[in-house]
């Protein structure tokens, strides 16, 4: 089944205890992409991969960062995790930059930092 | 940039009855796509419908449809034929086609089917 996974689905942390989000897709698709979810705001672009060690920063980079070591991951990494990132997370891929179709999201990760 | 604006935080409907969602953007591009993302609760994110933005028939999927008025930057979501598992968190989102990195997002409208 062609699906993008993430990992946790939900984490309750403390301040400045660093955290990996893991996500994976299994379609070998080029993009992938992170976004936060916060009420009222809609979803906000944190960074964006068009391919293997290839990424770039979206809206909301501030205190996030990620790596694109192999083409189907892409982890979120909060390396000093701060109560303004208590957030629903998202993964999502699609085959290229270019390509026109949907953008395929994983189930959401909450997070809640303390 | 781009801005994606929904005006209606709340909406609700009668099962089997008729209700439009609305959206505006705001774009100097004349190449782009936009879409409406269904959030039901479990929060997963469903594609419901896309528009491109040189179409200039109303994109439909079944009982979904749009009102894309490009002139007017607006982009409205008509959902018929209300049903329960319609009630969802739903999202209206625009790309640009010739700087796709990103999806930008409206904030939502959380709509309510009433039996």
């Known amino acids: 089944e062609a699906q993008v996974t993430q990992n946790p689905r939900y984490l309750i942390t403390v301040t400045g205890k660093k955290l990996t989000v893991t996500c994976s897709q299994n379609?070998?698709?080029?993009?992938m992409s992170w976004y936060r979810q916060d009420p009222g705001l809609g979803l906000r672009q944190i960074y964006y991969?068009?391919?293997?060690?290839?990424?770039d920063k979206g809206d909301v980079p501030e205190g996030y960062k990620v790596s694109r070591k192999e083409k189907r991951n892409f982890p979120l990494i909060l390396e000093s995790p701060s109560p303004n990132q208590t957030s629903l997370y998202f993964c999502?891929?699609?085959?290229?930059?270019?390509?026109?179709?949907?953008?395929?999201f994983g189930e959401g990760s909450r997070l809640t930092v303390l | 940039a781009q801005t994606v604006t929904q005006s209606q935080p709340e909406m609700s409907v009668q099962e089997a009855e008729t209700v439009t969602l609305s959206c505006t953007y705001d774009?100097?591009?004349?190449?782009?796509?936009l879409f409406w993302y269904k959030q039901p609760p479990s929060r997963q994110m469903i594609l419901v419908i896309r528009?491109?933005?040189?179409?200039?028939q109303n994109a439909t999927e079944n009982r979904f449809s749009v009102n894309f008025q490009k002139a007017a930057k607006s982009f409205s979501l008509k959902i018929s034929d209300s049903q329960l598992g319609d009630a969802a968190m739903y999202f209206c989102?625009?790309?640009?086609?010739?700087?796709?990195?990103?999806?930008?997002f409206g904030e939502g409208t959380q709509l309510t089917v009433n039996p």
């Open positions: 989102a625009y790309r640009s086609g010739t700087s796709g990195s990103r999806l930008t």
């Open positions: 379609m070998n698709h080029e993009y």
């Open positions: 528009q491109e933005a040189y179409k200039q």
């Open positions: 999502a891929s699609r085959p290229g930059l270019a390509d026109t179709g949907e953008l395929f």
């Open positions: 991969s068009m391919n293997v060690e290839v990424t």
């Open positions: 774009t100097s591009e004349s190449d782009y796509y």
